[in-house]
């Protein structure tokens, strides 16, 4: 299983931008970012094909939230602009996934996972 770090949470303001990184101890065919706020369920956010660079967003973050790599530092990005107070949660990378590529938003698919980020947007 691959060991996954993450960082680059943290609290900004609503309109504002962070950038979270998942350092890798070894890539996987298909990485991803998700995303759990208190009460709610576990909930994809963004996926993207390590080898290829094929990407997929959650509705919720489209046009906002691009996920991105560097294969060379086994490190995994998603830049998170125009952030509202509604994606406040705590951030997950995930990898190992196991599953079909539309069902990559069921956290269950996944194997591996970071222990995660906070981020806090306020109004």
């Known amino acids: 299983q691959a060991q996954l770090v993450e960082s680059g949470g943290g609290s900004v303001q609503a309109g504002g931008s962070l950038r979270l990184a998942c350092v890798a101890s070894?890539?996987?065919?298909?990485m991803a970012w998700f995303r759990q706020a208190p009460g709610k369920e576990r909930e994809g956010v963004a996926i993207?094909?390590?080898?290829?660079?094929?990407?997929d967003y959650a509705d919720s973050v489209k046009g906002r939230f691009t996920i991105s790599q560097d294969s060379a530092k086994k490190t995994l990005y998603l830049q998170m602009n125009s952030l509202k107070v509604e994606d406040t949660a705590m951030y997950y990378c995930?990898?190992?996934?196991?599953?079909?590529?539309?069902?990559?938003?069921?956290?269950?698919?996944?194997?591996?996972w970071g222990q995660g980020t906070q981020v806090t947007v306020s109004s």
């Open positions: 995930a990898a190992d996934f196991a599953g079909r590529w539309w069902e990559w938003k069921a956290p269950q698919n996944y194997n591996s």
């Open positions: 070894m890539y996987t065919y298909r």
């Open positions: 993207i094909v390590t080898a290829g660079g094929s990407t």
